[in-house]
Nanobody
Framework: QVQLVESGGGLVQPGGSLRLPCAAS????????MGWYRQAPGKQRELVAT???????NYADSEKGRCTVSRDNAKNTVYLQMNSLKPEDTAVYYC?????????????WGQGTQVTVSS
């Protein structure tokens, strides 16, 4: 059994910052890609940022320069640092990880953490 648990969401004022950690636990042999997606009300889930096991990163165009994705492989944790937040960043943020266990390798998703940007 593998679980991903996000935290760090909440209410923040425009221009503020948040750091979202997501920790993977359970029967894990290897973690490959990890990353973050978000889903705003009435919209499809969209990519925010991804990071490979080697540390290569990819960002949505809208997030370049404002977000930083990082990971701590020893802790099986991926982080999303978001700065200069805007109201349009309001969404549920989901982390994912491509994880190999003893019998399977697949993508796992967290339950989501709400980020609300409002004054």
């Amino acid at each position: 059994q593998v679980q991903l648990v996000e935290s760090g969401g909440g209410l923040v004022q425009p221009g503020g910052s948040l750091r979202l950690p997501c920790a993977a636990s359970g029967s894990i042999l290897s973690i490959y890609g990890m990353g973050w997606y978000r889903q705003a009300p009435g919209k499809q889930r969209e990519l925010v940022a991804t990071i490979t096991s080697g540390g290569s990163t990819n960002y949505a165009d809208s997030e370049k320069g404002r977000c930083t994705v990082s990971r701590d492989n020893a802790k099986n944790t991926v982080y999303l640092q978001m700065n200069s937040l805007k109201p349009e960043d309001t969404a549920v943020y989901y982390c994912y990880a491509d994880i190999a266990g003893w019998r399977t390798r697949r993508d796992y998703w967290g339950q989501g953490t709400q980020v609300t940007v409002s004054s």
